[in-house]
DNA sequence: CAAAATCTTTATAAAATCTTTACACCCCTC
DNA sequence: GAGGGGTGTAAAGATTTTATAAAGATTTTG
């Protein structure tokens, strides 16, 4: 689960400033709370995907908190705190949380247990699709669909394809295609283009002597049009 | 979950001592192995409801069975070990791991981990089945049965039908399937792909001229489709 | 240890894809 | 309307990739 919300609850303003360049920069977003008030407020109003949820906090005791928490939330709560004793980390994980770690933590440890938490968690999502009206293509699948009949492709056609795809709207030039589908060698064989292009035409279009999804720009290159 | 089966795969006798006599005490049910084979050997015959996996076994890395196991087993594993290195950490928790102890360890403490992270297992479904129509591939049983008929695949064969099935749709490259199943250094062994995918054939398909499952995408890899 | 099973390697045919050629077309200018 | 640049299309080779059988080599099993 990528772009996962975090919510952090800490009083220390050091470890949310931390934890906030951290996660952010593993493209999680992130939200911080100083107190357990805040922090429940925040969690109700918009649940995150996981909370990090410091024990130690100035206006609640943190197993209240995360008792409270538990009532309806039902992600992954992972513990932060200063105490190592047996019986708070027993305490804790009986109470609901997931995972337990004392600080100062390693940062590195801390990112592998928050993916660990919420790899559990994923349901089967689909893969991104590059939607054009009658047209769609997954480029993790490397499938290419239209009207939901799976069309075959060869490499180089799935290649040029999904380059055109990818910049739907803009014009690739002959030499900037040339260059990423063949190779650096091969800028000036327009003809391979031409070829492929009408190709492609052939499989994907309603009528090829009518383009609509891949137009020529005389002269410069072609262009992908998504619209239906 | 009361009376939870629990593997422990240590090679010291003195901590599979500790953790039966501990777990049992729990009410848990405890099977032990000492080495990486034996463990895994249970692990596929008799699945328990969570792995005590200690990363220092003598014949095997703990890295690599833990990859092993995490290949077709969905429910936790929990790591002991005496490295505590980050490095170390994240890798098993990356690999699949669900928490990661450090020995030597409080038995409040693990037993609490472990009714944590079987915590949120409950409603988890039973075993793992990959359906092709005609096909089903228990990947927790390793078997693969056609119109309810077993069929028997050597262990290359089911490892290179597992790693297709589990991404069905998706064209897996030839580079992928390669390293996945015979190491990194046969990457450019094609003809053995070649080989095992016409065996594979041979044996899954109706019609092994006309492959309903296996398609092949020339020039880049295979891809397994699981509708009749 | 011998037999069986499996894996590796080689050889070859078939299929798919890519490259090249040839020519028609369109649109513009002269 | 002739000529030329840029483009589209079909189809014939050329090349690459794939399928398959089968012979050795190796490993596993009894």
Do not use: C
Not at 176 to 202: C, D, H, M, N, T
């Amino acid at each position: 689960m990528n772009n996962a919300a975090i919510l952090v609850i800490d009083d220390e303003v050091q470890i949310r400033r931390l934890l906030e360049i951290t996660l952010e920069s593993n493209s999680f977003n992130v939200e911080s709370a100083e107190t357990a008030k805040d922090g429940l407020r925040i969690a109700a109003n918009h649940p995150p995907d996981l909370v990090i949820l410091d024990l130690g906090l100035p206006d609640e005791d943190g197993h209240s908190v995360l008792k409270k928490l538990r009532e309806w939330y039902t992600k992954p709560v992972i513990i932060l705190s200063v105490q190592s004793s047996e019986e708070n980390i027993v305490k804790a994980l009986d109470n609901g949380a997931n995972d337990y770690l004392v600080k100062p933590f390693r940062t590195g440890e801390l990112l592998a247990r928050i993916r660990s938490a919420l790899r559990g968690m994923v349901s089967e999502e689909n893969d991104p699709v590059v939607d054009a009206g009658d047209l769609q293509i997954d480029l993790a699948a490397r499938t290419v669909k239209k009207n939901n009949e799976t069309i075959k492709l060869t490499a180089t056609e799935y290649k040029l394809l999904s380059l055109l795809a990818q910049h739907e709207g803009k014009v690739l030039t002959h030499q900037y295609l040339l260059r990423e589908v063949w190779g650096p060698g091969y800028i000036s064989q327009s003809q391979y283009l031409r070829v492929f292009i009408a190709q492609l035409r052939k499989k994907i279009e309603t009528d090829a002597n009518r383009p609509e999804h891949i137009i020529t720009e005389s002269g410069v290159g072609y262009r992908f049009i998504a619209k239906e």
